[in-house]
């Protein structure tokens, strides 16, 4: 699922949510929108700024466009985008114009135009999006900040190759929160969204100890982003407090925009004083232990040319597998019907074992963690009997914990 095929998919949906003013999210992605567009725009200084240069814009070739500012009755537009969550994708001119499409048609803009069309509104919509789409979209979101999570099998290979970020035990969480913090300081919605993602996966799956490493992720995640774009604390608040009711947890409690800062009218009446806490920024802890996924890390030029390699560094691994399983059965003389059919330099006893091996680490753990952990289950259940089920347990266990066992 490419993030077009998601982006198509939910056109509905974001055309349904661009006409409700009450929904939370359209009124925080208004407020970011603005502050990102405030920030791109070379010399502004006040929000009447961007009214002076995109108020004439979006009327240009209009009958009258020579119209005074004060006769088109229009004011201060920007700032109520901002202090009030007005949708900017509703707002026209003059001349019928959507002020959305004017600002994203100048490639100056081109970050506010990602930033408006991130998934990350589709996390913290409205409705929650089924668990089954949240994968997709978190792989569409790692291809397109060129990220990867390696496989099992991967990491055998990686760890084998050398390669710096390879991980030595998938169960080590220090991997994991350092490459997450990694992830959190690209400064985007989308990699907040990326970060949301694996929190929920790992959430699901039961796995706290991990979810607890991409909160702490998350909240890193959102204060770059603030820092990148300089916002203020109403942005930020607000952010924060989406991402705490939208996606963190999620009840069936009614959301009021005056708890996010917004201003409407009657707002001393509705008005929360306590808003402004940090929430989940703070206080919320994930201590329960269970089994995590590989680190999401980012694609460089070792790691590139590792996967490109991909299928010779296996080919070195299954052979070294065939030599290691010929040894163990050095002893017992291999009978001539089995190898009654032998194909290339294999016999048949090994090609067997090659299709195996080829089962086990290409079928079964050449997947995600949690599609693989039946399989890996198994192999550290049955290790002790020795066999290939002993070999890739070793294999998939760092050196430094295979020499605790010994």
């Known amino acids: 699922m490419t993030l077009q095929d998601h982006s198509d998919q939910d056109s509905a949906e974001k055309q349904v949510r661009a006409n409700r003013a009450d929904d939370i999210a359209v009124r925080v992605r208004s407020r970011l929108w603005a502050c990102v567009v405030y920030e791109l725009m070379a010399?502004?200084?006040?929000?009447?700024?961007?009214?002076?240069?995109?108020?004439?814009?979006?009327?240009?070739?209009f009958p009258t466009e020579d119209l005074t500012t004060d006769s088109r009755g229009r004011r201060r537009l920007f700032h109520r985008i901002y202090y009030s969550g007005s949708n900017p994708g509703v707002i026209r001119g003059l001349n019928g114009q959507r002020l959305i499409d004017v600002v994203h048609a100048d490639a100056v803009f081109q970050l506010a135009k990602e930033l408006y069309e991130s998934p990350f509104w589709t996390l913290a919509g409205k409705q929650e999006i089924p668990g089954a789409l949240v994968r997709p979209l978190q792989l569409a979101l790692m291809e397109r900040l060129g990220l990867l999570r390696l496989t099992p099998t991967e990491r055998i290979l990686a760890r084998r190759a050398g390669l710096p970020k390879a991980i030595h035990e998938h169960r080590n969480l220090g991997h994991t929160k350092r490459a997450a913090l990694d992830v959190a300081q690209i400064g985007s919605l989308d990699a907040i969204a990326l970060l949301s993602c694996a929190f929920c996966l790992a959430k699901d799956a039961l796995s706290f100890r991990e979810a607890d490493v991409y909160l702490d992720a998350i909240r890193r995640a959102i204060g770059a982003f603030v820092r990148r774009w300089r916002m203020g604390e109403e942005a930020r608040t607000s952010l924060v407090a989406l991402v705490e009711r939208r996606i963190v947890r999620?009840?069936?409690?009614?959301?009021?925009?005056?708890?996010?800062?917004?201003?409407?009218?009657?707002?001393?009446?509705?008005?929360?004083?306590?808003?402004?806490?940090?929430?989940?920024?703070?206080?919320?802890?994930?201590?329960y232990p269970a089994q995590p996924e590989s680190p999401i890390v980012r694609v460089d030029n070792s790691l590139s040319s590792f996967l490109a390699a991909f299928e010779d560094h296996y080919s070195v691994l299954r052979t070294e597998l065939l030599d290691a399983l010929r040894a163990s059965t050095a002893k017992?003389?291999?009978?001539?019907?089995?190898?009654?059919?032998?194909?290339?330099?294999l016999t048949g006893v090994e090609q067997i074992r090659a299709r195996m091996i080829d089962k086990f680490m290409l079928d079964l753990l050449n997947s995600h963690d949690e599609n693989a952990v039946d399989m890996l289950t198994h192999i550290r259940q049955f290790r002790v009997g020795g066999g290939l089920p002993r070999m890739i347990g070793d294999l998939l266990d760092s050196p430094r914990r295979l020499k605790r066992e010994r």
């Open 43 to 61: 010399g502004a200084r006040s929000w009447d700024d961007l009214d002076a240069y995109w108020l004439p814009e979006i009327d240009r070739h």
């Open 332 to 345: 017992h003389q291999e009978t001539d019907d089995i190898a009654s059919s032998p194909m290339g330099n």
């Open 250 to 287: 999620r009840t069936d409690e009614p959301i009021k925009p005056q708890h996010f800062g917004f201003w409407v009218r009657k707002r001393a009446k509705d008005y929360d004083p306590e808003w402004g806490k940090d929430g989940f920024m703070s206080t919320d802890r994930l201590r």
